[in-house]
């Protein structure tokens, strides 16, 4: 059982996930965070330990590419976060196909909240109704892509990838 290429497949979602919203026009009020679905694709059929660790990468590669985040590092813990909380929730997914989504936003919530706080705290720059629409635009987005994402995650445990 090799996890070499649900590690790649992961890497490269994550890099998509945190490239293209840089494509986005900048007048926007607030952009979608598409990380954090493919934080919650792993960790919704793969539990709160991956999902932690899923996170964390993808937190590092939010703190890295440009604009980055400020402290460098709490974009990783917070993500790390967020994934975890939508993994101890994967276990109530049968009970409703809401439930996913649902976690989902929450997870984006959370991380949209920590960077409000370090705002507020003087760290960086985070305007609460950008806050607001970055979980709006989340929601949305999840509505398409995280079908697709777990799509993703089932095919690669399916072939005994993950």
Do not use: K, N
Not at 47 to 70: F, H, I, N
């Amino acid at each position: 059982m090799s996890t070499v290429p649900a590690v790649l497949a992961r890497a490269a979602l994550l890099l998509g996930a945190v490239l293209v919203p840089t494509f986005f026009s900048q007048e926007l009020p607030g952009r979608p965070d598409l990380a954090v679905l493919v934080v919650a694709a792993a960790a919704l059929l793969h539990g709160p330990v991956t999902g932690a660790l899923v996170g964390l990468a993808a937190g590092w590669l939010v703190d890295l590419v440009p604009p980055g985040g400020e402290p460098l590092g709490a974009g990783g813990l917070t993500y790390a976060l967020a994934g975890a909380l939508v993994g101890a929730v994967s276990r109530w997914g049968p009970w409703s196909p809401l439930v996913p989504w649902v976690a989902t936003i929450g997870g984006a919530a959370a991380i949209q909240a920590v960077r409000g706080l370090t705002a507020a705290a003087g760290v960086g720059v985070a305007h609460p109704g950008d806050l607001f629409w970055s979980v709006a635009a989340t929601a949305l987005f999840a509505l398409l892509l995280l079908p697709l994402l777990i799509g993703v995650e089932r095919f690669l445990l399916e072939r005994g990838w993950a």
